[in-house]
């Protein structure tokens, strides 16, 4: 599972990867969400069931969780 955490006070989710595309909602910091696909700059969350933005990589931690871990021991 990956994730973005936020880390700026407020974040806005844009339509686009690009700063110069329509504003869907205000992120807060800290809040985490599911990364949908990488675009450049850019991440795709999925923010709630009805509601995907991009927001730039610049402003969020990107998280990598595992199911399983894997033991190196034979």
């Known amino acids: 599972r990956v994730s973005a955490t936020v880390t700026t006070e407020t974040l806005r989710l ?4 690009s700063l110069d595309s329509q504003m ?3 992120l807060s ?3 985490e969400y599911a990364i949908v696909e990488e675009s450049g ?4 969350l ?3 069931t009805d509601l995907t933005g991009y927001v730039s990589k610049d402003y969020v931690d990107i998280n990598i969780e ?3 871990a894997i033991s190196l021991e034979e």
């Open 14 to 17: 844009r339509a686009e990867p």
């Open 24 to 26: 869907l909602d205000l």
């Open 46 to 48: 999925a923010v709630d």
């Open 41 to 44: 700059n850019f991440v795709k």
């Open 66 to 68: 595992f199911d399983q």
């Open 29 to 31: 910091m800290d809040e």
